[in-house]
């Protein structure tokens, strides 16, 4: 298939990895640098999106029949909320690091009849793949933060060091890595922005960030 990434070479890096070397991958760092390139390929990935929500409108004149958006901090029904009709087909996906590059690639439909076509564009993607609710912070990584953020606070508490809660958490859960270290892969900034968006959205205490965790990402003094 014919790939638009917008985004940048880690994000192009990390598609590669996922969906393989046969498929045709374009990618450019802009909005504007992709507009031309639109019609001239079958699907987008578009990673930064939740950074420039304004760009949406861009989609207008999209030429590509399939667009798989960043929604990681936003919904996907909020951020096409207000644009104008596409002829396009919208999905919405997590484009935090590591979320790609996972045995199933996790999705939320803007339209429930869309599905039939991601069944078709996964399987040229060589893809499993999992229809999530459209809400903001969708399912995994919804998960997993609230994982690293109770490691956070367990740390903030002296209840433990990172050292042994990392230990502790491979060794009896069977986690691919402790939480310290998946924070670290996925960035602690990612993941308090996550928190934060997803507190303010639902409310839920639960997904309030920890002191420490803010502080280090650079969000509190």
């Not at 999209?62 to 396009?88: D, W």
């Not at 903030?156 to 069977?174: Q, V």
Request: proline share 4%; with cysteine.
């Amino acid at each position: 298939m014919k790939i638009l990434l917008i985004g940048t070479d880690a994000h192009l890096s990390e598609a590669k990895l996922k969906f393989g070397p046969s498929h045709a991958y374009n990618q450019v760092p802009h909005h504007a640098e992709a507009l031309k390139l639109f019609p001239l390929n079958e699907i987008v990935f578009d990673f930064i999106i939740e950074d420039e929500p304004q760009k949406i409108n861009v989609y207008q004149a999209a030429m590509a029949p399939a667009i798989f958006l960043n929604t990681t901090t936003v919904s996907l029904n909020k951020l096409l909320r207000g644009s104008a009709e596409s002829q396009n087909t919208f999905f919405g996906f997590c484009g935090m690091p590591t979320f790609l590059h996972r045995e199933h690639f996790e999705v939320s439909l803007y339209k429930n009849e869309d599905r039939h076509r991601l069944i078709d564009i996964c399987a040229e993607l060589g893809t499993g793949f999992q229809v999530v609710a459209d809400q903001t912070g969708l399912v995994t990584p919804r998960v997993i933060s609230m994982i690293i953020n109770e490691a956070y606070c367990t740390a903030d508490e002296n209840i433990a060091s990172r050292e042994d809660i990392d230990l502790a958490m491979t060794l009896g859960t069977n986690y691919p890595q402790g939480p310290f270290a998946w924070g670290k892969m996925i960035g602690i900034k990612n993941i308090s922005r996550l928190l934060k968006a997803v507190y303010e959205d639902t409310g839920d205490e639960r997904y309030r960030s920890c002191k420490m965790l803010d502080r280090e990402a650079g969000l509190q003094e």
